[in-house]
């Protein structure tokens, strides 16, 4: 039998190595919390008995019979200590049992305050062991969620294989969890596969929301907001001179807000001399509203922010500004689809607080991938406003057509199949999640 110890951040990553170092047939002896993350001990040719076969089904119910038991065990100790400590202190008092037939009576006399006991060690070690026992069954539940996400993932591919390959195939998009399955549940009637897929695609191109009226043509004022990198200023310039071509330069003006890129100002500066359009620098700590108020006759005002991180006191300021009385802006999330979920992830939840109107997605030219975007805007409700696929100021600025996007994201799909152990661990994912339904 081969033991080995395995170290890792969290209990998916633990369980990756054991896998790629032992295979899929190593069996979990040990599992505990360590400073910086998580260790597993596995073993190879682990026999639990020599009478009894190693059942996988039969094991997972096993182990969540025996985290069940324990998680019982430590609610019902809390739950009791009190009623037991409430019991103790009833029986120092003299001798005579209390029943319902002998009320207690008051005492006579006032007892003087007597000084606060100090903390029994009894009762810091109780909570050490608490402590210590609510680890353990964190770490077993996490470790039960990653072998529920592989059983389940293997449990759809032999029942449902049709729903399994529509899966993979969501994957390879790069949609959500979440989005994949609600996709899957509206399609789980259709046999045919082919139908199912198109089926599929329709219903997500209906999820997508785009803009009633193109923003340019309502008018108003239009801000630019995201981090640094996106593409606001470039898309701010596609705007300009797609607004410019069609109605001419006399009802435009342009607006910057950022103060902290070297060379934003003079980059507006240029383009404002280009288009003969008038540019208006507001500094930090500069009132926006009375930066506007000369702009008021304009038709369209479009506004260039600074993308700055989520910690910088600068970038509140900046959004309480276009979110404050009297400036009535539309702010637009521009995401550049090159970039990580968890970045626009961030992003969005960063720049909510001001109010959005919407998206625009910009560097299709570039993209792997549309589904992290297209996930975020379905999930989040950003109706999707302008798309950009290139340098060309304003050739490559587009009105989005959903079916269009949709196609779009499916020709710039991972040319892989996503792995095994990333169908499970997205399993594991939602297996814990609430109102799932998989399989």
Same mark, same amino acid.
């Given at each position: 039998?081969?033991?080995?110890?395995?170290?890792?951040?969290?209990?998916?990553?633990?369980?990756?190595?054991?896998?790629?170092?032992?295979?899929?047939?190593?069996?979990?002896?040990?599992?505990?919390?360590?400073?910086?993350?998580?260790?597993?001990?596995?073993?190879?040719?682990?026999?639990?008995?020599?009478?009894?076969?190693?059942?996988?089904?039969?094991?997972?119910?096993?182990?969540?019979?025996?985290?069940?038991?324990?998680?019982?065990?430590?609610?019902?100790?809390?739950?009791?200590?009190?009623?037991?400590?409430?019991?103790?202190?009833?029986?120092?008092?003299?001798?005579?049992?209390?029943?319902?037939?002998?009320?207690?009576?008051?005492?006579?006399?006032?007892?003087?305050?007597?000084?606060?006991?100090?903390?029994?060690?009894?009762?810091?070690?109780?909570?050490?062991?608490?402590?210590?026992?609510?680890?353990?069954?964190?770490?077993?539940?996490?470790?039960?969620?990653?072998?529920?996400?592989?059983?389940?993932?293997?449990?759809?591919?032999?029942?449902?294989?049709?729903?399994?390959?529509?899966?993979?195939?969501?994957?390879?998009?790069?949609?959500?969890?979440?989005?994949?399955?609600?996709?899957?549940?509206?399609?789980?009637?259709?046999?045919?596969?082919?139908?199912?897929?198109?089926?599929?695609?329709?219903?997500?191109?209906?999820?997508?929301?785009?803009?009633?009226?193109?923003?340019?043509?309502?008018?108003?004022?239009?801000?630019?907001?995201?981090?640094?990198?996106?593409?606001?200023?470039?898309?701010?310039?596609?705007?300009?001179?797609?607004?410019?071509?069609?109605?001419?330069?006399?009802?435009?003006?342009?607006?910057?807000? *950022?103060?902290?890129?070297?060379?934003?100002?003079?980059?507006?500066?240029?383009?404002?001399?280009?288009?003969?359009?008038?540019?208006?620098?507001?500094?930090?700590?500069?009132?926006?509203?009375?930066?506007?108020?000369?702009?008021?006759?304009?038709?369209?005002?479009?506004?260039?922010?600074?993308?700055?991180?989520?910690?910088?006191?600068?970038?509140?300021?900046?959004?309480?500004?276009?979110?404050?009385?009297?400036?009535?802006?539309?702010?637009?999330?521009?995401?550049?689809?090159?970039?990580?979920?968890?970045?626009?992830?961030?992003?969005?939840?960063?720049?909510?607080?001001?109010?959005?109107?919407?998206?625009?997605?910009?560097?299709?030219?570039?993209?792997?991938?549309?589904?992290?975007?297209?996930?975020?805007?379905?999930?989040?409700?950003?109706?999707?406003?302008?798309?950009?696929?290139?340098?060309?100021?304003?050739?490559?600025?587009?009105?989005?057509?959903?079916?269009?996007?949709?196609?779009?994201?499916?020709?710039?799909?991972?040319?892989?199949?996503?792995?095994?152990?990333?169908?499970? *661990?997205?399993?594991?994912?939602?297996?814990?999640?609430?109102?799932?339904?998989?399989?």
């Amino acid at each position: 039998m081969q033991v080995k110890r395995f170290f890792a951040a969290d209990m998916r990553q633990a369980m990756k190595l054991v896998r790629d170092e032992l295979g899929a047939d190593a069996a979990i002896i040990g599992n505990r919390r360590i400073a910086g993350g998580v260790e597993l001990t596995a073993a190879l040719d682990y026999k639990l008995s020599a009478l009894a076969p190693r059942v996988p089904n039969l094991e997972l119910e096993d182990e969540l019979r025996k985290t069940q038991s324990r998680i019982v065990s430590a609610q019902a100790e809390l739950t009791t200590r009190g009623d037991s400590d409430a019991a103790t202190n009833r029986q120092l008092f003299a001798g005579l049992p209390l029943t319902a037939a002998e009320p207690l009576m008051e005492p006579d006399f006032v007892e003087p305050p007597r000084p606060a006991a100090p903390v029994p060690a009894a009762a810091a070690v109780d909570q050490r062991l608490f402590d210590s026992m609510r680890s353990e069954l964190s770490g077993l539940r996490e470790l039960l969620e990653v072998q529920l996400g592989s059983l389940a993932w293997t449990q759809l591919q032999g029942h449902k294989p049709q729903q399994a390959n529509l899966w993979r195939r969501l994957q390879r998009i790069g949609l959500s969890g979440p989005l994949s399955r609600e996709l899957l549940d509206m399609t789980c009637d259709i046999d045919e596969p082919r139908h199912a897929w198109r089926m599929l695609l329709a219903h997500l191109a209906r999820m997508i929301h785009t803009p009633d009226i193109e923003p340019l043509e309502e008018g108003g004022v239009i801000a630019m907001v995201g981090p640094a990198g996106m593409g606001k200023t470039t898309t701010l310039a596609k705007l300009a001179a797609r607004y410019v071509l069609k109605y001419g330069a006399q009802n435009l003006a342009l607006v910057s807000m *950022d103060s902290f890129r070297i060379g934003a100002q003079e980059q507006l500066k240029t383009l404002g001399r280009i288009l003969n359009v008038s540019v208006t620098h507001v500094d930090p700590g500069q009132s926006l509203v009375q930066a506007l108020e000369p702009l008021l006759r304009k038709r369209v005002v479009l506004i260039d922010t600074a993308g700055l991180q989520a910690s910088d006191p600068a970038l509140r300021m900046q959004l309480e500004s276009l979110a404050g009385r009297g400036i009535n802006a539309r702010n637009y999330l521009v995401l550049a689809t090159t970039s990580q979920k968890q970045v626009l992830t961030a992003a969005y939840h960063s720049y909510k607080r001001c109010g959005l109107a919407g998206c625009i997605l910009t560097k299709l030219d570039e993209t792997a991938s549309l589904g992290e975007v297209l996930s975020l805007a379905i999930s989040h409700e950003l109706p999707v406003a302008y798309l950009t696929d290139g340098p060309r100021i304003p050739d490559d600025l587009h009105l989005p057509r959903r079916h269009q996007l949709v196609s779009r994201a499916v020709s710039v799909q991972m040319q892989e199949e996503p792995s095994e152990e990333a169908m499970a *661990d997205m399993f594991a994912d939602l297996y814990h999640s609430p109102n799932t339904r998989v399989g």
